[in-house]
């Protein structure tokens, strides 16, 4: 919540090479944020990250209606990553979805994938508006990385695919909201890639809920008495999991 | 995110006595949403909490355009208080503020006590609109307790009163988000009565942090290497001493 007292106070990601005196030139709408919104001028500084070469200081050079040109000057903090850490959650009401993506960047997801299960309303998702809430977030919460957000995937296609495919070893951390979900020894859990499944607000349909069950790769977690919102249980499922076996420790 | 099969999907709650054959006369806004929001009539099901008395099934007996009876038949579920654990926050914008006592209902905390910091922005809060965000917030996660919201409160008073207060040995587990702030070991932690404390957006004043570091009853926890905002702090922290110290082991 505070910053290191020489840094910038407006951070910006841009989609551009950083490095020594290397120019960047803005979009319209960056230029709008910059100059209107945050009312920045000629010779302001700006932080600057771009999900690979860390935060960098820029000097603004160029400050128009509709465009403009920052200088980088120096690195103010280095590339840091999350841990291999995927978000997989059913979409929910517009509000709660941009919600947990935003909770999702700050909390050091590296991957966020929307998943349509049996009860989930949502037969799309805007991906560019939900990388923009990303975007936006990290802008906010100081990080130098911004985790993909992919497009909407059928959850019962990702299971059936997910040992032969891409995933490799990474393991289902599943918020399982049956009364007699166990709760999860985290010290029993191994290190290495994992994903979170968060479902709908109707929970997982029984089928589905067999399915996970059988699964080798994948660990229900309980996440106490009380019945959680969906965005509520991501939130409680990635800290848990920061907590134990990501970069919180 | 899913109810047991035969509890009536609609949950109200009443400051009314519950028990067997008891009748609840309905205010206005409650004959509202049941019968014109929810579209329940006569002989449909509604389960009723009243923070004491555990969740009562109740039938409608009649139901009118300002106003109802209904009337209880059995208890449905036990009274549920969660663990004895506090949350101090201090007031953030309005959505956000909302977000946080919803969140710290459905986490379970027992009492939600907002604080006035050097660098809180709100001068008061609207008392009662938080806390119907929490009655709305137990209606929705099936509690069976609705934890208090208390009046704003300076956190400078409330530091310096709390040893020989009402809050006899409760401890403060204070969300540090300075960088050197040390992870906590939860294991090390005494059970019994805590407060969570969570800083405005703008961080802790410099005498506000020394104060709390130099407090023999409060513990430092660090969430992570990145910026969290409140809200996002609020469900991390309640989160994590719930999985450690409250009802989630």
Chains 1, 2 share one sequence.
């Not at 490095?19 to 910059?34: E, F, I, R, T």
């Not at 993909?148 to 393991?171: F, H, I, T």
Request: proline fraction near 8%; hydrophobic fraction near 45%.
């Amino acid at each position: 919540m505070t910053q290191a007292p020489d840094s910038p106070r407006v951070r910006l990601y841009v989609k551009h090479p950083l490095g020594p005196g290397q120019p960047v030139v803005l979009a319209q709408d960056q230029a709008h944020y910059l100059f209107n919104v945050m009312r920045l001028g000629v010779g302001n500084n700006v932080a600057l990250f771009n999900g690979t070469d860390g935060a960098w200081r820029a000097v603004v050079r160029d400050a128009g209606r509709r465009g403009g040109t920052l200088e980088c000057r120096d690195q103010c903090a280095p590339q840091r990553d999350p841990p291999d850490l995927w978000l997989l959650f059913a979409p929910v009401k517009k509000a709660r979805t941009d919600f947990i993506v935003e909770k999702a960047t700050e909390l050091g997801a590296a991957r966020i994938i929307p998943v349509q299960t049996r009860f989930t309303s949502a037969e799309r998702v805007r991906t560019d508006r939900l990388q923009a809430h990303a975007v936006e977030a990290a802008e906010q919460c100081g990080a130098t990385f911004v985790p993909e957000v992919a497009d909407l995937a059928r959850l019962d296609r990702l299971l059936a695919g997910w040992d032969s495919g891409s995933n490799g070893a990474r393991r289902i951390l599943w918020a399982d909201e049956s009364p007699d979900a166990p709760g999860v020894a985290f010290s029993s859990l191994a290190p290495g890639p994992w994903a979170v499944l968060i479902g709908p607000e109707g929970g997982f349909a029984g089928a589905e809920r067999a399915k996970l069950r059988a699964l080798p790769f994948v660990t229900p977690l309980a996440l106490g008495p009380r019945i959680l919102r969906a965005d509520t249980a991501a939130v409680a499922a990635l800290t848990l999991w920061q907590a134990h076996l990501g970069d919180w420790a």
